[in-house]
């Protein structure tokens, strides 16, 4: 069965480059209409360009997701200039690593915001939109760590917990409408977040991993295309792992 999402569109945030762009072209060539949304409006116009040169439909948006009013204003030019949304992925995230006894107040406030409410504004503006239709799908980019934890990580993998907690919440509230809601939790994957690694950093994580290799952005985004397509459609509230069998 091959996926086609020609009817359909979706809105991505951090869409301007790493995962989130791979995934956004990834929706764009089974024809699926993007809308890239980013704080980086830069970022996020070259990824739309990158769409548009596959004859796709395609949108930059400016805009911090952690930002309610910013938020709304994005939703309103989306609804505006692609008509309808049937898919969200909530992938902006950050990190701010430290020890726990270093971590600055403003450094987990920061990494909370980013990385959680920015799920939770973007989630209810779209599952507005989605009741209204009864169907739709959201898909939230959690972590790993999010699971397990992880040294100098505790505002990162309580951000990423928690963004659990609001997918298996959202998922049960929207269930009756047709829609889904499903977080993918990638483990180490070779982005400009894990260029900051070091060489004894990366062999070390290798040797954790059961297939000794990091994963690459098109393997998150090839979930992404899974649990957004009508093959997923009975799969709600669960959390997929995309790590090379870290977690098991
Ligand atoms: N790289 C990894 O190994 C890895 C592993 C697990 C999970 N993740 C998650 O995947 C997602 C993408 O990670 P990445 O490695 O591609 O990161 P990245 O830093 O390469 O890209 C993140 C994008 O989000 C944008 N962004 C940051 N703050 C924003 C905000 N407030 N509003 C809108 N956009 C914002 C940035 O401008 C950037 O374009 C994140 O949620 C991250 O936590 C990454």
């Excluded at 507005?128 to 100098?152: C, D, T």
């Excluded at 997918?167 to 049960?172: E, N, Q, V, Y």
């Amino acid at each position: 069965m091959v996926i086609d999402l020609s009817s359909k569109c979706a809105l991505i945030t951090g869409g301007g480059r790493g995962i989130g762009r791979e995934i956004a072209l990834t929706l764009a060539n089974t024809k699926c209409s993007v809308a890239v949304s980013d704080i980086d409006i830069e970022a996020a116009r070259g990824t739309a360009r990158e769409i548009e040169a596959l004859g796709v439909k395609s949108l930059a948006v400016k805009a911090d997701a952690a930002n309610a009013d910013e938020v709304n204003t994005m939703f309103k030019v989306v609804m505006e200039h692609m008509g309808s949304l049937d898919i969200l992925i909530n992938n902006a995230g950050i990190t701010r690593d430290t020890l726990l006894i270093r971590m600055k107040e403003e450094d987990w406030d920061l990494v909370l915001k980013v990385n959680l409410k920015s799920a939770f504004l973007c989630s209810k503006e779209a599952a507005k939109i989605m009741v209204k239709a009864r169907s739709g799908k959201i898909i939230n980019i959690a972590s790993i760590v999010g699971l397990m934890g992880n040294y100098g990580q505790a505002n990162y993998s309580a951000s990423k917990a928690g963004l659990i907690g609001l997918t298996k919440t959202t998922a049960k509230e929207l269930a009756t409408r047709s829609i889904t809601v499903n977080a993918i939790a990638p483990g180490f994957i070779k982005t400009a977040m894990t260029d900051t690694l070091s060489d004894a950093e990366k062999q070390k994580l290798l040797e954790k991993i059961p297939m000794q290799k990091l994963g690459t952005a098109a393997d998150v985004a090839h979930t992404v295309l899974f649990l957004a397509s009508s093959l997923a459609d009975y799969i709600t509230g669960q959390v997929l792992t995309v790590d090379g069998g870290l977690v098991m």
